[in-house]
């Protein structure tokens, strides 16, 4: 049993907690963690730090009233907003992205929605095609980067290679990627099921715990898949395998037929079943 005066003390606290409260509190957790992951592994998380310690250090001032300090420091606070939209431009997109596409527009609400409007869910995507130019540019090492589009189109990165626009054939992939071909220098982008774009630069991976011993097509398939919804594979030149990334997480060393699993996983297509 409490005593009188504690509870007294302690009834006025659980009175003013409301559930929309709990709920704001809940909110802030997920954004605070989101943030963190987008952030983990990169140097914007020392910023991140310090500016938090800035932050904390100006609270204590302002209570201990130390007026002058506190003026300096309250200048630099309102100017902070802009200085944060400038140094966080990469992971604010980021974020946006997410929010925009994998957090919230998941597998089953897709299914829910395209079923509701009796919508097409397949893509026909010729899985075919894909998987086998990539078996055949693993046996003779030559190295790859294929972008497969989902709702994030990557204009801006198509821009910087060649507009093709060309259906997608087995054929001409490995043609692209021959080592003596003018376009094999770059990613092929897959959009809509064409191939938009070839010899196009993406951006790399700023994460610090990117394995050294990779090189720089695995680098910019991982940036790329880190910053849209896109699905990346990569045949690595000096091994001859097969990799893809997703989310910015890499998945090495595939078999052409878990390639095309993954394949049909995410894309949903019955092109496979047409062809039979």
Known sequence: MLSPGLYAFLMPLFIQIRLLDVIDIL????????????????????????????YIFWW?????????????????????????????????RKF????????????????????????ESTSGLPINDIVGACEEMSGSRTGALIVIT??????????????????????????IFYKNSPLHDGAVIISDNRIKAARCVLPVSE??????????RHRAA?????????????????????SWAKDGKLRRNVKPVELKEILVKEFSVDYEKKKK
């Open 150 to 175: 989902r709702e994030n189109k990557l204009d801006i990165f198509m821009e910087t290679g060649e507009i093709l626009d060309a259906r997608i054939s087995r054929q001409l992939l490995e043609s």
């Open 207 to 216: 994460s610090t715990h990117f394995p050294a011993y990779l090189g720089l």
């Open 60 to 92: 204590l001032v302002r209570i201990f009233e130390m007026e002058l300090l506190a003026e300096i420091l309250g200048q630099f606070i309102s100017v902070g907003v802009l200085a944060l939209i400038v140094v966080f431009q990469p992971e604010i």
């Open 222 to 242: 991982v940036g790329v898949s880190e910053q849209s919804d896109a699905l990346v594979i990569m045949v690595s030149e000096q091994t001859g395998r097969i």
């Open 96 to 119: 946006l992205l997410i929010l925009g596409t994998r957090s919230f527009l998941n597998t089953r609400s897709k299914w829910f929605f395209s079923r509701l409007w009796h919508f």
């Open 27 to 54: 909110l802030v957790a997920i954004i605070i963690y989101y943030l963190y992951k987008l952030i983990r592994g990169t140097g914007a998380l020392n910023i991140f730090l310090g500016i938090i310690s800035i």
